[in-house]
């Protein structure tokens, strides 16, 4: 698998086909081994919609022109789920896996990504949960601290995990999170009451990726994706 830092350029080739990684442990699988990335990345302030995009844009409690006012960028996307904020302090992390090479269908590949990032968080010493019923993404209580949305096409995956490091909260103002009325989102920082190294944010997002979906070989390309 390999790993690189992504602009929102790099990640939109990559969903199409531009990245290709290595072997993950999968011996009983027949098909070729698949060749798979792992990309992370920071956006400028964004509120995605997903394939939902009716009921997203009524999740969406501003005015364009008021998102406008808050440097912030609307834009309709491929994933599915709801409505999502992106921005600085957020990394949110794109695998472009081969399903079918891994023998992984969606709802187990989606549980998965749960599954990781609560390790991810937990080894940064928060007692972060996924696997709720009716709530995707990742939990502290009540409180959400990273988002989970994917597309699947062809037998391969994009999207992925955004996880709240240090944003601006008051950014999610703006929306309901993921159409979940009545609940917080968090971030690490604010969990931990300190500010943590991105890269050390990175290093246990690839180190629980990897574990977690079987990968032996991780190259890291940590200038850009090009």
């Not at 302030?45 to 960028?73: F, N, Q």
Request: proline share 3%; aromatic share 6%; glycine share 12%.
């Amino acid at each position: 698998m390999r790993v690189m830092r992504a602009t929102h350029e790099d990640v939109r080739r990559a969903a199409s086909g531009f990245v290709r990684g290595e072997t993950r442990d999968d011996a009983a699988c027949s098909a070729p081994p698949a060749r798979d990335a792992l990309l992370l990345c920071q956006h400028a302030p964004v509120i995605t919609i997903g394939r939902r995009k009716v009921l997203g844009a009524s999740h969406v409690r501003s005015s364009v022109e008021e998102l406008r006012r808050a440097g912030i960028a609307l834009r309709e996307t491929d994933r599915g789920g709801d409505a999502t904020y992106h921005g600085p302090g957020q990394l949110v992390a794109y695998p472009v896996v081969s399903l079918r090479g891994a023998g992984l269908g969606a709802r187990a590949y989606v549980e998965g990504l749960e599954r990781f990032a609560s390790e991810a968080l937990r080894g940064l010493g928060i007692d972060a949960r996924g696997g709720y019923k009716g709530r995707e993404g990742v939990w502290v209580g009540d409180a959400k601290i990273a988002a989970v949305g994917v597309k699947i096409s062809s037998g391969v995956s994009s999207h992925g995990v955004a996880f709240n490091v240090n944003p601006d909260l008051r950014h999610f103002e703006h929306i309901i999170p993921c159409g979940l009325e009545g609940y917080e989102v968090t971030s690490v920082t604010n969990e931990l009451g300190r500010t943590v190294d991105m890269v050390e944010v990175e290093t246990r997002i690839v180190d629980a990726f990897a574990r977690t979906f079987g990968y032996r070989h991780v190259t890291t390309s940590i200038e850009d994706a090009n």
